[in-house]
């Protein structure tokens, strides 16, 4: 019998929560990823794209996008929006199902993308692997945005709650979390807990996710855009454009292939 592999478990969290990851996510990296949008121009591949958030932002504005994601669940929600786009809207947005890790496109792009999510490649094994398709679909003008939370910056151990939030059919939907981090593997383990309630309040459902997430440390960042064989014109610490410093709790890269 093969020994299961402990990353295994940390690569499920989205699974049967795609419907709820909208209501508490953070839409201030929109402006920045419609910046680069607009020096670069179509076509534009978002990686773990999740339910559209990014992609839909970007194809209302007219950008072509291909949106790539790994998670059932988060996929069925991006399709539903795309069903419910406009034929405007629609026509230029692709959703395909894969994993960043390992892809291979019949099409090479002026803007590639992956809000939030390079941390979901757990080992430098993915990580590099990633790196080096990005590499291959990139046109010879374009640029690949790699934004990161640099590792030292996170918490060691952490609980939190998210404010309550409605979905549009009145149900109300609680989020709590817990961090826990692993310096020595370099892995954090983020646990989720999702109670659903209905109009009247009662809890109609709770459902609890795991996700993992690699601690990249900024030496490490380094070596990974070296490595990428990809060019670093520039770097913010947030996705206001500040110059990224060691307090920075983001680290942005805007890498280009020549
Ligand atoms: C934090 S969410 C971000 C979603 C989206 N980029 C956004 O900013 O709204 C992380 C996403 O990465 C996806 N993901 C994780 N590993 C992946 C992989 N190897 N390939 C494709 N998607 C992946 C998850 O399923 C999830 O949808």
Do not use: W
């Not at 339910?51 to 998670?71: D, N, P, Y």
């Not at 640029?143 to 939030?165: K, N, R, S, V, W």
Request: aromatic share 8%; hydrophobic share 40%.
């Amino acid at each position: 019998m093969s020994a299961k592999n402990p990353l295994e478990d940390l690569e499920s969290g989205y699974e049967g929560v795609g419907e709820f990851y909208d209501l508490f996510a953070d839409n201030s990296d929109i402006p920045f990823f419609l910046e680069y949008a607009k020096k670069t121009g179509s076509p534009i591949l978002d990686l773990a794209a999740g339910t559209g958030r990014v992609t839909f932002a970007l194809a209302e504005e007219g950008f072509e996008v291909v949106a790539l994601e790994r998670s059932k669940s988060m996929l069925s929600v991006a399709r539903r929006r795309l069903e419910h786009s406009s034929p405007d809207i629609s026509s230029r947005v692709q959703i395909i199902e894969g994993s960043m890790k390992d892809f291979s496109l019949d099409q090479k792009f002026s803007l590639i993308i992956i809000p939030n999510s390079f941390g979901h490649l757990l080992t430098s094994e993915d990580q590099l692997s990633a790196l080096q398709c990005i590499k291959n679909h990139l046109l010879d003008d374009g640029i690949f945005i790699l934004d990161l939370y640099p590792g030292a910056h996170q918490y060691e151990q952490a609980t939190f709650e998210d404010p309550p939030a409605r979905l549009s059919d009145g149900r109300i939907v609680k989020r709590s979390g817990e961090i826990k981090s692993d310096f020595t593997r370099q892995i954090m383990r983020v646990e989720l807990h999702y109670t659903i309630q209905d109009v009247n309040g009662n809890v109609i459902n709770t459902i609890n996710v795991v996700s993992g997430a690699a601690l990249i440390f900024n030496r490490e960042a380094d070596l990974l855009v070296r490595m990428s064989g990809l060019n670093n014109e520039n770097e913010f610490g947030d996705f206001q454009k500040n110059p990224f410093t060691l307090d920075s709790g983001r680290r942005i890269f805007i890498l280009r292939k020549r």
